[in-house]
C-alpha cells in the first residue's frame, strides 16, 4: 500500500488511472484480491479528489453499450462496504462530476438510459451513506431518546446537500446532454428527492434488504430541504423546455416544503431561505395563461388570473415557509400580501374564521364580508368577459354563467390586494398544518419581527384574546419568549376561570380535575413571578414596566364592567409582592365599603404599591392618562373615589397642559355624573372615605386654580378647537385667568358640599377666590368674542341655595331678577336659613316693584299657602309678599262657606231625587208599550217630540217592572203584567221591518236601553216555569244581537249586556227533551253565531245525551246541527259527537245500527258533491269553507264506528271513495277530497278479503250504474297488491333470481275494464297537459302488466283492444291515449309485440318515452358501433355491434330510433383528421354503418318527429364529403349510397328534404364542382332544380311560405338514377345454377354471383332457393360459399334470416359430418342475424352434440358470447 500511496504523489494524474484500472479489473474475470484495499489506500490518500475519479469511472461504466446498472450497485455497496464507509458521499455525488463528463455521452440511442441509471446511482449512494451510527441514532430518535444526534443531523444535511446537487444536474446539465421524455424526467427528479414510489429504488437488485428498506427510505426522505432546491423547482416548473409543468411543480415543493416542516428540530434548520424571491416564484406557478394561438381583441388587456387549485395551495405552502422564516419571508408576507398575513394570524389565533377574529370592529368586519363579495362579483364578470373572447376566437360559442368552463377553475390574482375568502377545505388544511406543525408557535414565537405583539395591540382591551391563553399554556418554560402582552392576557385569563369554577364545590372534583388544577396553579405562580420579576426585580426596565402596566391600564377604561374587574384584579396580583399567595388563602370581594382602611385594603395595588415600583417616575404620566379616562366609564364609587386620590397625589402637573386635562377631566365627572357625585357625598351619612375623596377633589382644583391666576396673561392655555368653552376671569383685586367653563362649575359644586372635617384649608381658599367677602365676584368674558359670560347659571344658583355655606347662598341670592325669585322659593329641598333669605329678597321685591312681581305670579292661591308652610317650617319673613298674595283674593272665611254650601247641595241631591220619583205617573193597561218604545227610541226624530224628555217614560217603565218584580221575590206567582206586555212589544218591532233601526237607537241610547233589558232578564230569572216568557224573552236576545253584531256596528254596553244575557240563559236551561234541544241549538246557530252561547247551548245539548234520555232524531236535524257547528268552528263538536253515538251505539233498539255511519259519510259525501258548484262562486277551497279542519274528526269517527270503511252504508260509502265528480267538459275542475287517500289506506289494510274482493268487482264490472273516479280506483287496485298482510310469513331477504309473484288475477273482460280506466285517468289529466297524460299512463302501466300476471294471451287481448280503440277513436283525444298506452306496453315488452303492429309504426312519442327496458342494450350497441379501438378484437366487437343493429332496425325500428340524436352526435367530431388517420381510425366504416342502418330504418325515420336527428345525421355526412373531397375515389361508395338514401328522402317527404337541401345546397355544388367524377350527384344536383342562396335570400318573406309549401310538389327528379334489378336480369344465372351438373360449373356462377353481390349484395334475394339447396351440398367449397352468400343476403336484409331457418336446422342434423361442422362454424353469426329462433338454434346445436359425438361446445359459448355481447334482446 506504501507503493500506491507513493505512486499517487508521483504524479497527480496517476490518481484517475489508479482508480480507472482497479475498478475495470474489479469488473474483469482476472479479478486482483486485493483490488478493494488498494481502493480504501486511494481513498484515504485522497479524500476529496478520489470520489470525483470513481464517479468518473461509473459514469463510464453506464454510458457503455450493456446495461451495468445491476453490477455498478452492486460494485458500489461492495467499495462502500470495504472501505468502511470512509468515502465523501458528496464529492462522489458532487456536480462536478456530473459536469465534467457531458462528452461522455456520445450515443444518442444511450443518452436517456444513462441519465435514469445515474439517478438511480445517485439514490443508491444516499442511502449508501447511511452507517451503522446513524442507523442507531435514527433508531433512537423513533423512540424518543436524543442519541448520537451530531450524527444524525450531518446524514441529514448531507441528504439534503446532495439532493440539491441532483437538482441542479437535472435542471442545468441534464438538457444540454438529451432530450428526455416528460415522463422519465419527472421520474429522476422525484427519485433523487426520494418522492417515487418505494419499488423503483431496489427492483434492480432488491437492495436495501426488506427488513432495513422502509427505514432506510424514511431516513433518506426525513431530511431538510434547502433553498436552491426550492428554488429549483420552482423555476423548473415555470420553463417551458422542462417537462415538469407549474401543477407537478407545485404538488411537489408542497410536499417536500411539508415533508422538512415536519421533521423540525431546535437543532436543525429544516427550511431556511433568504431570497423573498420565493413568494413570487411560488405565485407565478398558478397563473393562468391562455392559448398563445388565439388573438385577443387588439386594445383588451386580459386579467390577471391564477388556477384556484394551485392558488390555494400556494398560500398554505408560503404560510409553512414564513413560519420557518419569520423575520424574511413572514415579514414581507405581514407587509404586503394580506391573504397570507390573514392565513398567519389564523394560526396564532387557532380561530379559522372569516373574517379573522382579530377584526373585532363589527363596521370592519361587515365592510370586509361586503368587499369580499364585490371582488368575487367583479372576478366573475372579468372571468365572463376573458372567456367570452377566447370564445369568439375559437369556437363561437356564447359564453354565459352556466356554460362556462372557466368560471370555476379560475380565480383573480391580486396577491396584494384585500385578503380574500379561502374556501373550506384549505382552512381545514391550515388548521390541519399548524396542529401537526405548530406554526402558530412559530409564529408567536417570534420578536423580531414580533406578530403577536402587532395583534395584541390591534385588539387591545376590546374584547378577551382565550387564544393566548393556550399559547402561554404550551409555552413550556419559556416565558421569556413571549411578549408581556401574551403572559398578562393569560393572567386575565386565569382570573376569569378560576371565577368561574370557584363556585363549584372542591368535594366534586376528581383527581384529574385536582391534578389539573395544581399544574395550572404552579403555571400561573411561574407566570405572575415572571411579571413580578419585569416590575420589582432587578433587572426591571423602563419599556417592560410601561408594557405591562400599559396593558392592564387600557382595561380600565373599557365599556365592560367584566373587563374592568379583571384588569383591576391584574394589577393587584402583578403589583403586590405576596399577590398570589394573598388569593390563594383568600380572595377579596370588591364590594362597596365605606371604611377608609377598606377603601385602602380594597385599592391598595393603586393607593401603596403602585407608588412602590423602582420605576414609578416613568408610568406615572401615562398612569394618570390611563385613570382620567377610566373616570368616565367606572360606575363603581369606591373605585372611582381610589382613582380620584391617586390623581390628587400622584398626578404629574408640572407642566400647564396635563394640569388643565386632569382638572376638566374630574369637573366633567363632577358636573356630568350627578348620580355617583350625590351617592359619593350624600347627606343621609357621613363617611371618612367621602371626605377624604372631598379633600383630593379640593387639593387638586385648589393647585390648579391657583396655578392658572399665577400665569401670565399673554399665555395661550387653551386649543384654539375648545375657545367656545373657555372663558376669562377677572378678579377685583386685578388677578386674571383662562380656564374651562366646567372647571369653574365643578369649584362652585365642591363648594356647596361644605369644608370637610379633615384638611379644610384648600376648601376656604377656593372660596376666597370665588366668594371673597365683601368684594365683588369675578367676572367672566368669553375668549372667542369677549363678550361676558353667565357664570352662574340658574341651576348653579339652585344648588349654591341649597348649600349650608351662608356665603355662597348671599352670592347666589344677589342680583334676582323677581322671576327667578318665584322660581327659587317653588323649589324643594332648600334649607331654612337659605328659604328665609329668600323670603325676605321677595319682601324687598314687593317694596321695590310689586306690579313686576304680581304679573310673574301665575297661582296667588297656591303660593300663599306655599309661603304659609314655608312658615310652619320655621322660615322667617315674607310677609309683605304674603299680605300682595292675599290682598286680591276673597276672604279665605267666604270661600269656605261656599266649599260648604255647595257640599250641602250634593249631599241634598238624593232625597230631592226621590221625591221627583214619587211624582212619576204609574203605567196602566191601556198605555200602548210599543209607542212608549218609540217615543224612548224614536225611529225617525219627529217635530212634536224635540221638546219632550223622554226620562219620566223610562223611569215609569223602570218602576212599574221593578213593582212587579217585587211582587214576585215576594212569592206571588206572575201574572200577565208589564213585563210580557214590553216583551212582546219588543219582539213585534224587532220582528218588523223596522227592526234593525230600533236595535241602533237602543244601541246608541244604551242608558235607557240596559236598565229595561236588566229588568226584564231578572224577570225571566224569577219565573222560570213561564216557559212562553222564557223562550220570547230568548228569541229576543238573539234578534237583537243578530242585528247588533254587524262587523260595522262597534262596541258597546247593550251588546257586552245581551250577550252576557244569553249565555247565561243558555248555561240555565235545561233540555230535557234531546229533539227539542237540537231544535233549539239549530235555532242559535241560525240566529247567532257567537262562540259563548253556541258552547253554552252545546254543552245543555250533550249533558242531556249522557244523561241516556231516550229519543229519536230525523237525521237530517243531526247532518244540519253539525254543518252548523261545523262552520262556526264549534270545539264542542267531538263532544257532541261521542256523546250522540255512544248513545246510538248503546240504544241499537231504538235507532238503527247505521245511522251514525250514514251521518257522517252523508256529511262529508256531501261536502264532496258541493266542492265543484262552490268553486266556481269562490276561489277558496270549499272543503276549507265547510268542513275544514273538522274533517279529519269525521274521518276518525267514520273510522271508530265502520273500520272496514265500505261494509256499514255501501252506496254511501261508495260513492265517498270512488265517486266522480266530472262536470261537464271541465274535468280537470273537479278535485278529489283530501280525505279519500286516507280512507282508501283504511279499506285496503283493515278490510276483510270478502270486501276487497266485492270492491274490486264492483270497480272492474262492465256495467256499473255510477262512474268511478278513475285515479282513486286505480290506486285502491294498486294498493291491493302490495298490502302487506299478503306477504306476511315470507322470507325478509329478498333473494337475487326470484320470480315475480302476480296478486291480483283478472279476467279478461276486467283487464279491458282496468284498461278504460286508466284511457279515463289519462283524458282527465289530458285537460291539464299532455306531458301529465303521458306520465299517468306510465306510471299506472306496472299495474297493468302485473293484472296480466305474465300471460301472452291476456296481454294480446289488451293490445287487441286497444288496436280496435286506435281504428274506432281516430287521431282524437281518446286515440292519441290508447296509442300511447299501446306504446308503452311495447317498450315494455318488445318480444311479445312481433311483428310490430302497423298503428305502432306510424305513430309518434316513442322518443319522448321515458323508459325502456331495452335502453341500455341499444346504447350498448350503438357505443360498441361507435369505438374506434383499432385491434383485432375491437374489428370483431365492431362487425357484432353493426349486425346486432341492422337486426335491430328490421325487427324493431320504434326502439332503435329513440337513440338516432344519440347516433347524430356520435357522429361529430370525427372530420378534423386526416383522410389516413380518419380511416384507420375506423371512422369511415362508423359513418358507413350509420348509413347502412339508416337505410334499413326507412320510412320510418323520415317521419317528423326524427327529423332534427336526420338532419344532424346528413349533415355530419356533408361534412365527411367536403372534409375529404379530394380523397372521393375512396369515398365513391359511401357517396352513392348517400345519394340513395337522400333520393329515397326526397321520394317520403319531398317538402322536409327539400328544406334540408335549400340550406345545405352550396356544400353540395362545392362538392360537385371539384369532383367532376361524380357523376350521381351530378345528377342529382341537376335534377332538384334547388335555388341558389343568393337567390333564397332575396326573396321577400312574403314569400318564404310559398316556396317551402310548393316544394313538395316540384319534379326533383325526372329520371330515376338507380335502377332496380329484375328477375330477367337474373335469369341467365339461375339457369346455370339449375343446369349446373359439375363442381366446377357450380362455382363458376357462384364466384360471378360473389363478385357482383359484393357491390349490389340486394341481388342475392333472387338466389335464395338456390344457396338454401347447396348449403347442403357435399361439395365442401360450393358449400362454403353457399354459407357465405346466406349470410350476406341476411347481413344486407336482416329480415329474411328466418327464411333461411329450416335449411340451417336440416344442416345441423344432416349425416354428414362436414355439413354440420360447416353449419356450426357459422352458427355463432347466423345466430345473431336470428335471434327471435336463438332458442331453437342453440337447443338443436346442444341436441348434434349430445348425441352426434361433436363437441359444440365452443360454438354455443361463442353464440353466446355474441349474443350477451355484452348481450342481446
Not at 449508501?128 to 441514532?137: D, G, R
Not at 382595561?555 to 396580583?573: P, W, Y
Not at 401615562?622 to 385613570?627: E, K, M, Q
Not at 263532544?1135 to 246510538?1144: G, K, R
Request: glycine share 4%; aromatic share 6%.
Amino acid at each position: 500500500m506504501l507503493c500506491v500511496r507513493e505512486l499517487l504523489n508521483t504524479h497527480r494524474d496517476n490518481l484517475g488511472t489508479v482508480v480507472k484500472s482497479v475498478i475495470f479489473n474489479e469488473l474483469s474475470n482476472a479479478r486482483n484480491p486485493n483490488n478493494m484495499q488498494i481502493l480504501y489506500t486511494v481513498l484515504q490518500h485522497s479524500p476529496e479528489l478520489a470520489p470525483k475519479f470513481l464517479a468518473m469511472v461509473f459514469q463510464d461504466l453506464l454510458t457503455n453499450k450493456d446495461d451495468y446498472l445491476r453490477a455498478s450497485r452492486a460494485l458500489l455497496r461492495e467499495i462502500i462496504k470495504q472501505t468502511k464507509h470512509e468515502i465523501s458521499f458528496q464529492a462522489f455525488c458532487h456536480r462536478g462530476s456530473f459536469q465534467a463528463r457531458k462528452e461522455c455521452v456520445v450515443d444518442g440511442e444511450f443518452k436517456d438510459r444513462f441519465v435514469i441509471h445515474v439517478t438511480d446511482l445517485l439514490a443508491v449512494s444516499m442511502m449508501l451513506s447511511i452507517t451503522v451510527q446513524v442507523k442507531e441514532a435514527g433508531i433512537a430518535w423513533d423512540k424518543g431518546e436524543k442519541k448520537n444526534l451530531e450524527v444524525l443531523r450531518a446524514f441529514q444535511n448531507q441528504i439534503a446537500a446532495i439532493q440539491r446537487d441532483a437538482v441542479w444536474w437535472l435542471h442545468t446539465v441534464v438538457p444540454s446532454i438529451t432530450k428526455l421524455a416528460p415522463k422519465e424526467y419527472v421520474h429522476c427528479l422525484h427519485k433523487v428527492l426520494f418522492t417515487e414510489q418505494p419499488e423503483t429504488y431496489y427492483k434492480w437488485d432488491n437492495w436495501p434488504p426488506e427488513s432495513d428498506r422502509n427505514f432506510f427510505l424514511r431516513l433518506c426522505s426525513e431530511v431538510p430541504i434547502l433553498e436552491d432546491t426550492l428554488m429549483r423547482i420552482l423555476v423548473i416548473g415555470l420553463s417551458r423546455d422542462l417537462p415538469l409543468g407549474p401543477a407537478d411543480a407545485m404538488e411537489l415543493a408542497d410536499h417536500l416544503v411539508k415533508r422538512a416542516a415536519a421533521v423540525q428540530a431546535d437543532d436543525l434548520e429544516v427550511l431556511r431561505v433568504e431570497r423573498i424571491q420565493l413568494i413570487d416564484a411560488v405565485l407565478n406557478l398558478c397563473t393562468y395563461h391562455h392559448p398563445e394561438n388565439i388573438q385577443l381583441p387588439p386594445g383588451y388587456q386580459p386579467p390577471n388570473l391564477a388556477i384556484s387549485t394551485l392558488y390555494w395551495k400556494a398560500w398554505p405552502l408560503l404560510l409553512v415557509v414564513a413560519a420557518f422564516n419569520p423575520e424574511n419571508i413572514g415579514f414581507a408576507a405581514w407587509e404586503e400580501y394580506p391573504t397570507l398575513k390573514m392565513l398567519m394570524e389564523m394560526v396564532m389565533t387557532n380561530n379559522y374564521s372569516y373574517p379573522p377574529c382579530t377584526l373585532t370592529d363589527e363596521e370592519t368586519r361587515t365592510e370586509m364580508i361586503n368587499r369580499e363579495l364585490q371582488i368575487s362579483q367583479r372576478e366573475k364578470q372579468e372571468i365572463l368577459a376573458f372567456e367570452g373572447h377566447l370564445a369568439a376566437a375559437s369556437t363561437k360559442q356564447t359564453i354565459t354563467e352556466s356554460s362556462s368552463l372557466l368560471l370555476s377553475q379560475l380565480t383573480s390574482l391580486d396577491p396584494q390586494g384585500p385578503p380574500r375568502r379561502p374556501p373550506q377545505p384549505v382552512l381545514d388544511q391550515v388548521k390541519s398544518l399548524n396542529q401537526s406543525l405548530r406554526l402558530g408557535h412559530l409564529l408567536c414565537r417570534s420578536r423580531n419581527p414580533d406578530f403577536l405583539l402587532n395583534i395584541i395591540q390591534r385588539q387591545a382591551s376590546s374584547q378577551s384574546m382565550p387564544w393566548l391563553a393556550d399559547l402561554v399554556q404550551s409555552s413550556e418554560g419559556s416565558l421569556d419568549v413571549l411578549p408581556v402582552q401574551c403572559l398578562c392576557e393569560f393572567l386575565l385569563h386565569d382570573a376569569t376561570d378560576e371565577a368561574a369554577s370557584g363556585e363549584e364545590e372542591e368535594e366534586a372534583e376528581s383527581k384529574e380535575q385536582r391534578a389539573k388544577k395544581r399544574q395550572r396553579q404552579q403555571k400561573q405562580r411561574q407566570l405572575l413571578g415572571r411579571l413580578q420579576d419585569l416590575l420589582l426585580g432587578p433587572k426591571a426596565d423602563e419599556q417592560t414596566t410601561c408594557e405591562v402596566l400599559d396593558y392592564f391600564l387600557r382595561r380600565l377604561r373599557s365599556s365592560q364592567v367584566a373587563s374592568r374587574v379583571l384588569a383591576m384584579k391584574g394589577l393587584s396580583l402583578v403589583l403586590s409582592e405576596g399577590g398570589l399567595r394573598d388569593r390563594e388563602e383568600k380572595e377579596h370581594p370588591m364590594e362597596e365599603d365605606s371604611g377608609d382602611s377598606e377603601l385602602l385594603q380594597g385599592h391598595q395595588w393603586l393607593l401603596r404599591d403602585l407608588p412602590k415600583l423602582p420605576l414609578f417616575d416613568s408610568v406615572r404620566t401615562t398612569t394618570a392618562v390611563a385613570l382620567q379616562q377610566a373616570i368616565h366609564m367606572e360606575t363603581n364609587p369606591q373605585t372611582i373615589s381610589a382613582y380620584l386620590m391617586y390623581l390628587s397625589q400622584h398626578a404629574p402637573v408640572e407642566e400647564q397642559g396635563p394640569h388643565s386635562n386632569l382638572a376638566l377631566d374630574v369637573a366633567r365627572l363632577i358636573v356630568e355624573r350627578s348620580t355617583i357625585m350625590s351617592h359619593l357625598f350624600s347627606k343621609l351619612w357621613y363617611s371618612s372615605e367621602s371626605d377624604a375623596v372631598l379633600v383630593a377633589l379640593l387639593s387638586i382644583f385648589s393647585r390648579y386654580v391657583q396655578r392658572m391666576r399665577q400665569s401670565k396673561e399673554g399665555e395661550e392655555v387653551y386649543s384654539w378647537s375648545e375657545s367656545q368653552d373657555q372663558v376669562f376671569l377677572r378678579w377685583s383685586g386685578g388677578e386674571t385667568a383662562t380656564m374651562h367653563i366646567l372647571v369653574v362649575h365643578a369649584m362652585v359644586i365642591l363648594l356647596t358640599l361644605g369644608p370637610p372635617r379633615a384638611g379644610d384649608s384648600d376648601f376656604y381658599t377656593l372660596l376666597d377666590i370665588w366668594f371673597p367677602e365683601r368684594k365683588p365676584l369675578p367676572t367672566a368674558f368669553l375668549v372667542d368674542t369677549s363678550e361676558e359670560a353667565l357664570l352662574l347659571p340658574d341651576w348653579l344658583k339652585l344648588r349654591m341655595i341649597r348649600s349650608e355655606v351662608p356665603r355662597l347662598v348671599d352670592a347666589a341670592l344677589q342680583d334676582l331678577e323677581p322671576q327667578q325669585l318665584l322660581l327659587f322659593v317653588q323649589s324643594f329641598g332648600i334649607p331654612v336659613s337659605s328659604m328665609s333669605k329668600l323670603l325676605q329678597y321677595l319682601d324687598q321685591a314687593v317694596s321695590h316693584d310689586p306690579q313686576t312681581l304680581e304679573q310673574n305670579i301665575m297661582d296667588k292661591n297656591y303660593m300663599a299657602h306655599l309661603v304659609e308652610v314655608q312658615h310652619e317650617r320655621g322660615a322667617t319673613g315674607g310677609q309683605t309678599f304674603h299680605s300682595l298674595l292675599t290682598a286680591s283674593l276673597p276672604s279665605r272665611r267666604d270661600s269656605d262657606e261656599a266649599s260648604r254650601q255647595k257640599t250641602g247641595l250634593e249631599g241634598l241631591q238624593g232625597p230631592g231625587r226621590i221625591r221627583a220619583l214619587a211624582q212619576i205617573r204609574v203605567l196602566g193597561p191601556e198605555d200602548d208599550l210599543a209607542s212608549i218604545i218609540l217615543q224612548l227610541f224614536p225611529l225617525n226624530p219627529d217635530p212634536r217630540w224635540q221638546n219632550s224628555n223622554p226620562r219620566p217614560l223610562a223611569l215609569a217603565l223602570q218602576q212599574a217592572l221593578g213593582q212587579e218584580l217585587a211582587r214576585l221575590r215576594q212569592g206571588s206567582p206572575p201574572a200577565a203584567g208589564v213585563a210580557a206586555r214590553l216583551l212582546q212589544a219588543l219582539a213585534a218591532l224587532l220582528t218588523s221591518s223596522h227592526g234593525g233601526a230600533l236595535a241602533m237607537m237602543m244601541h246608541r241610547n244604551h242608558a235607557v236601553a240596559c236598565p229595561l233589558m236588566r229588568l226584564l232578564y231578572q224577570y225571566q230569572l224569577r219565573a222560570p216555569q213561564d216557559s212562553t216568557f222564557s223562550s220570547l224573552f230568548f228569541k229576543v236576545l238573539m234578534q237583537m244581537l243578530k242585528w247588533l253584531e254587524n262587523p260595522a256596528v262597534e262596541e258597546g254596553p247593550l251588546r257586552t249586556q245581551l250577550k252576557s244575557f244569553a249565555v247565561q240563559y243558555s248555561s240555565r236551561q235545561k233540555i230535557n227533551d234531546v229533539r227539542g234541544g237540537f231544535l233549539h241549538l239549530a235555532d242559535t246557530l241560525a240566529f247567532h253565531h257567537d262562540a259563548d252561547v253556541i258552547s253554552t247551548t252545546v254543552r245543555a245539548v250533550i249533558a242531556t245525551l249522557k244523561s241516556g234520555e231516550k229519543y229519536n232524531i230525523e237525521p237530517e236535524l243531526i247532518n244540519k246541527v253539525l254543518q252548523g257547528l261545523t262552520e262556526a268552528r264549534s270545539p264542542f263538536l267531538e263532544e257532541l259527537l261521542a256523546a250522540l253515538f255512544s248513545v246510538n251505539v248503546e240504544t241499537s233498539s231504538r235507532f238503527p245500527a247505521t245511522g251514525p255511519i250514514a251521518v257522517v259519510s252523508s256529511l262529508l259525501l256531501q261536502d264532496q258533491e258541493e266542492t265543484p258548484v262552490k268553486k266556481e262562486a269562490e276561489a277558496c277551497s270549499v272543503e276549507i269553507a265547510r268542513l275544514g279542519p273538522t274533517s279529519g274528526l269525521f274521518i276518525d269517527w267514520l273510522e271508530i264506528l265502520d273500520p272496514e270503511v265500505i261494509s256499514s252504508c255501501p252506496d254511501f260509502q261508495q260513492r265517498l271513495l270512488f265517486s266522480w265528480n266530472k262536470q261537464g267538459k271541465d274535468s280537470s275542475e273537479s278535485e278529489p277530497p283530501s280525505f279519500r287517500p286516507y280512507l282508501l289506506a283504511l279499506l285496503t289494510h283493515q278490510s276483510n278479503w270478502t270486501t276487497l274482493h266485492h270492491c274490486i268487482r264492483i270497480l272492474l264490472c262492465k256495467h256499473q250504474e255510477q262512474r268511478s273516479d278513475p285515479a282513486a280506483s286505480l290506486d285502491f287496485l294498486w294498493a291491493c297488491i302490495h298490502i302487506p298482510r299478503i306477504w306476511q310469513g315470507r322470507d325478509q331477504r329478498i333473494p337475487q333470481k326470484r320470480r315475480e309473484e302476480f296478486v291480483l288475477r283478472l279476467k279478461a273482460p276486467e283487464l279491458i275494464s282496468l284498461v278504460e280506466l286508466i284511457l279515463a285517468e289519462s283524458e282527465t289529466r289530458s285537460a291539464t297537459s299532455e306531458g301529465a297524460a303521458c306520465s299517468g299512463i306510465q306510471s299506472r302501466l306496472p299495474l297493468l302488466l302485473s293484472c296480466c300476471h305474465g300471460d301472452i294471451e291476456s296481454i294480446k287481448k289488451v293490445v287487441e283492444h286497444l288496436t280496435g280503440c286506435v281504428q274506432r277513436w281516430g287521431s282524437s283525444s281518446m286515440g292519441k291515449h290508447c296509442q300511447d298506452l299501446l306504446l308503452q306496453i311495447y317498450l315494455q315488452l318488445p318480444d311479445i309485440l312481433v311483428p310490430v303492429p302497423e298503428t305502432l309504426l306510424s305513430s309518434e312519442g316513442a322518443a319522448d318515452s321515458s323508459t325502456c327496458k331495452l335502453d341500455s342494450l341499444v346504447h350498448r350497441f350503438i357505443t360498441l358501433l361507435a369505438d374506434s379501438t383499432d385491434s383485432k378484437a375491437g374489428e370483431s366487437r365492431l362487425w357484432d355491434a353493426n349486425m346486432a343493429c341492422r337486426k335491430l332496425a328490421v325487427a324493431h325500428p320504434i326502439l332503435l330510433l329513440r337513440h338516432l340524436p344519440m347516433i347524430a352526435a356520435l357522429l361529430h367530431g370525427r372530420v378534423h383528421l386526416n383522410f389516413q388517420e380518419f380511416r384507420q381510425q375506423n371512422h369511415l366504416t362508423f359513418f358507413s354503418h350509420v348509413l347502412g342502418v339508416l337505410e334499413l330504418l326507412q320510412p320510418q325515420v323520415f317521419q317528423s318527429e326524427h327529423q332534427g336527428a336526420l338532419w344532424d345525421c346528413l349533415l355530419s355526412f356533408i361534412r365527411l364529403l367536403l372534409s375529404y373531397r379530394k380523397s372521393s375515389r375512396h369515398l365513391a361508395a359511401f357517396i352513392s349510397k348517400f345519394v340513395q338514401f337522400i333520393h329515397k328522402y326526397v321520394t317520403s317527404n319531398a317538402q322536409a328534404a327539400v328544406s334540408f337541401l335549400q340550406k345545405h345546397s352550396d356544400p353540395l355544388h362545392d362538392l360537385s364542382s371539384d369532383n367532376n367524377d361524380l357523376a350521381m350527384l351530378k345528377s342529382l344536383l341537376a335534377g332538384l332544380s334547388l335555388p341558389s342562396k343568393d337567390s333564397a335570400a332575396d326573396r321577400g318573406a312574403d314569400n318564404e311560405k310559398d316556396d317551402e309549401a310548393a316544394a313538395g310538389s316540384l319534379p326533383l327528379v325526372s329520371v330515376s338514377l338507380f335502377t332496380l334489378l329484375t328477375p330477367a336480369e337474373m335469369a341467365p344465372y339461375m339457369k346455370r345454377l339449375s343446369r349446373g351438373r359439375t363442381v366446377e360449373d357450380i362455382l363458376e356462377v357462384l364466384t360471378d354471383i360473389d363478385e357482383m353481390s359484393r357491390r349490389r349484395p340486394e341481388i342475392l334475394c333472387f338466389f335464395s332457393s338456390h344457396l338454401q339447396r347447396l348449403m347442403s351440398s357435399p361439395e365442401e367449397i360450393c358449400r362454403n360459399l353457399a354459407f357465405c352468400l346466406a349470410l350476406r343476403s341476411i347481413q344486407n336484409n336482416p329480415s329474411v334470416a328466418a327464411d333461411f331457418l329450416p335449411t340451417f336446422m336440416y344442416c345441423l342434423g344432416s349425416r354428414d359430418f362436414e355439413v354440420v361442422q360447416t353449419a356450426l362454424r357459422n352458427l355463432p353469426e347466423y345466430t345473431l342475424l336470428c335471434q327471435e329462433h336463438a332458442a331453437v338454434l342453440l337447443h338443436r346445436a346442444f341436441l348434434v352434440g349430445m348425441y352426434g359425438q361433436i363437441d359444440t361446445s365452443s360454438q354455443i359459448s361463442e353464440a353466446l358470447k355474441i349474443l350477451h355481447m355484452e348481450a342481446t334482446i
